[in-house]
Protein backbone atom coordinates (compact mmCIF):
# COMPACT_ATOMS: atom_id res chain seq x y z
CA UNK A 1 0.00 0.00 0.00
CA UNK A 2 1.01 3.14 -1.30
CA UNK A 3 1.12 6.59 1.46
CA UNK A 4 1.95 9.51 0.71
CA UNK A 5 3.27 11.91 2.73
CA UNK A 6 3.62 15.39 1.65
CA UNK A 7 6.14 18.41 3.03
CA UNK A 8 6.97 21.80 1.86
CA UNK A 9 4.17 23.60 3.22
CA UNK A 10 4.45 26.95 5.77
CA UNK A 11 3.75 30.78 5.76
CA UNK A 12 4.96 33.45 3.11
CA UNK A 13 3.96 36.50 1.41
CA UNK A 14 1.57 37.09 -1.76
CA UNK A 15 3.85 36.87 -4.27
CA UNK A 16 6.19 34.76 -2.93
CA UNK A 17 6.66 30.75 -3.86
CA UNK A 18 6.79 27.41 -2.49
CA UNK A 19 7.56 23.98 -3.59
CA UNK A 20 5.65 21.10 -2.12
CA UNK A 21 6.73 17.41 -2.29
CA UNK A 22 4.66 14.23 -2.54
CA UNK A 23 6.80 11.46 -1.57
CA UNK A 24 6.07 7.49 -1.22
CA UNK A 25 6.02 5.16 1.91
CA UNK A 26 5.76 1.87 1.68
CA UNK A 27 5.90 1.56 -1.99
CA UNK A 28 6.41 3.33 -4.93
CA UNK A 29 4.79 5.60 -7.10
CA UNK A 30 5.04 3.63 -10.41
CA UNK A 31 2.61 3.45 -12.23
CA UNK A 32 0.06 5.41 -9.97
CA UNK A 33 -1.29 9.14 -11.53
CA UNK A 34 -0.56 11.58 -8.62
CA UNK A 35 -2.58 14.69 -7.82
CA UNK A 36 -2.11 17.47 -5.50
CA UNK A 37 -5.60 18.74 -4.16
CA UNK A 38 -6.79 21.42 -1.07
CA UNK A 39 -8.80 22.30 1.56
CA UNK A 40 -9.52 25.67 2.32
CA UNK A 41 -11.46 26.90 5.94
CA UNK A 42 -14.53 26.56 5.42
CA UNK A 43 -14.59 24.93 1.83
CA UNK A 44 -14.44 21.45 0.03
CA UNK A 45 -11.78 19.87 -0.81
CA UNK A 46 -10.57 20.85 -4.65
CA UNK A 47 -8.90 19.59 -7.61
CA UNK A 48 -5.40 21.72 -8.39
CA UNK A 49 -3.24 19.47 -10.29
CA UNK A 50 -2.37 16.20 -11.11
CA UNK A 51 -0.06 14.22 -13.51
CA UNK A 52 0.08 11.14 -15.00
CA UNK A 53 2.16 7.76 -14.36
CA UNK A 54 4.98 9.29 -16.29
CA UNK A 55 4.97 12.25 -16.53
CA UNK A 56 3.74 12.98 -19.90
CA UNK A 57 0.35 14.59 -19.16
CA UNK A 58 -0.41 16.94 -16.40
CA UNK A 59 -3.50 19.08 -16.21
CA UNK A 60 -4.51 22.21 -13.79
CA UNK A 61 -7.15 23.82 -12.21
CA UNK A 62 -7.87 27.13 -13.65
CA UNK A 63 -7.66 28.91 -10.53
CA UNK A 64 -3.47 28.05 -10.61
CA UNK A 65 -2.96 27.51 -14.33
CA UNK A 66 0.27 29.31 -15.33
CA UNK A 67 1.18 29.33 -11.45
CA UNK A 68 1.58 26.21 -10.24
CA UNK A 69 3.61 23.24 -11.68
CA UNK A 70 3.54 19.80 -10.90
CA UNK A 71 6.39 17.68 -12.10
CA UNK A 72 7.55 13.90 -11.08
CA UNK A 73 10.81 12.83 -10.79
CA UNK A 74 10.05 8.59 -10.78
CA UNK A 75 13.86 7.75 -9.89
CA UNK A 76 13.26 9.30 -6.88
CA UNK A 77 9.37 8.05 -6.12
CA UNK A 78 8.69 12.34 -5.72
CA UNK A 79 6.10 14.28 -7.14
CA UNK A 80 6.39 18.23 -6.55
CA UNK A 81 4.17 21.23 -7.40
CA UNK A 82 6.06 24.04 -7.85
CA UNK A 83 3.87 27.28 -6.90
CA UNK A 84 4.63 30.53 -7.83
CA UNK A 85 2.96 34.22 -7.59
CA UNK A 86 0.99 32.20 -4.08
CA UNK A 87 -2.21 34.27 -3.52
CA UNK A 88 -4.49 34.98 -0.09
CA UNK A 89 -7.00 32.57 -1.59
CA UNK A 90 -4.15 29.77 -2.24
CA UNK A 91 -4.14 29.48 1.43
CA UNK A 92 -5.31 25.80 2.81
CA UNK A 93 -3.75 22.57 3.45
CA UNK A 94 -2.84 20.52 0.17
CA UNK A 95 -2.98 16.83 -0.01
CA UNK A 96 -1.14 14.13 -2.41
CA UNK A 97 -3.30 11.70 -3.49
CA UNK A 98 -2.30 8.93 -5.79
CA UNK A 99 -4.49 6.48 -8.31
CA UNK A 100 -3.74 3.03 -9.73
CA UNK A 101 -6.92 3.03 -12.06
CA UNK A 102 -7.47 6.83 -13.37
CA UNK A 103 -5.68 8.93 -15.35
CA UNK A 104 -6.23 12.52 -15.53
CA UNK A 105 -9.13 12.38 -13.09
CA UNK A 106 -10.23 15.91 -11.11
CA UNK A 107 -12.60 13.87 -8.35
CA UNK A 108 -11.26 12.87 -4.86
CA UNK A 109 -13.16 10.18 -5.79
CA UNK A 110 -10.68 8.52 -8.49
CA UNK A 111 -7.99 8.58 -5.78
CA UNK A 112 -6.89 5.53 -3.40
CA UNK A 113 -4.67 7.17 -1.41
CA UNK A 114 -4.04 10.62 0.60
CA UNK A 115 -1.44 12.02 2.71
CA UNK A 116 -2.22 13.47 5.73
CA UNK A 117 -1.60 17.44 4.22
CA UNK A 118 0.70 20.27 4.61
CA UNK A 119 -0.13 23.63 5.30
CA UNK A 120 0.20 26.80 2.86
CA UNK A 121 -0.25 29.74 4.69
CA UNK A 122 -0.43 33.51 2.06
CA UNK A 123 -0.91 36.52 4.05
CA UNK A 124 -2.07 39.59 2.06
Known amino acids: QVQPVESGGGLVQAGDSLRLSCSAS????????VAWFRRAPGKEREFVAGTTWDGVSTYYADSVKGRFTISRDNAKNTVYLQMNNLKPEDTAVYYCATSTWTSGSRSSAGYDYWGQGTQVTVSP
Open 26 to 33: GRTFSGHT
